[in-house]
């Protein structure tokens, strides 16, 4: 499986962005699929996740409520909308595929590269 993430950019606070990952390969709609970011400086951490089939989701606390986790298997892509978003949402954000709804980095088995977010104040 190969992700390709997409759809960052700069917006001001309180504005909306929705992040994509393409993904390729047939079996892609058997993994859960999460979003992780980094900002600069700090360590990758955890932002969402969602199983093979959308039905179940996890998010952080700190982005719970103003961020949706949702997927398309029919166009393999796995889609992360942002809203009321802040300066400290400002990071690199990863998509990522593994086998089951997970937080950790390790549980992950394939990476897309990062796509650039940064909230102006």
């Known amino acids: 499986v190969q992700l390709q993430a997409y759809g960052g950019g700069l917006v001001q606070a309180g504005g909306s962005l929705r992040l994509s990952c393409a993904a390729s390969?047939?079996?892609?709609?058997?993994?859960?699929s999460g979003w992780f970011r980094q900002a600069p400086g700090k360590e990758r951490e955890f932002v969402a996740t969602?199983?093979?089939?959308?039905?179940?989701?996890y998010y952080a606390n700190s982005v719970k409520g103003r961020f949706t986790i949702s997927r398309d298997n029919a166009k393999n892509t796995v889609y992360l909308q942002m809203n009321s978003l802040k300066p400290e949402d400002t990071a690199v954000y990863y998509c990522?595929?593994?086998?089951?709804?997970?937080?950790?980095?390790?549980?992950?088995?394939?990476w897309g590269q990062g796509t650039q977010v940064t909230v102006s104040s």
């Open positions: 390969g047939r079996t892609f709609s058997s993994y859960a």
């Open positions: 969602i199983t093979w089939s959308g039905g179940n989701t």
């Open positions: 990522a595929a593994g086998p089951r709804l997970a937080t950790l980095q390790y549980e992950y088995d394939y």
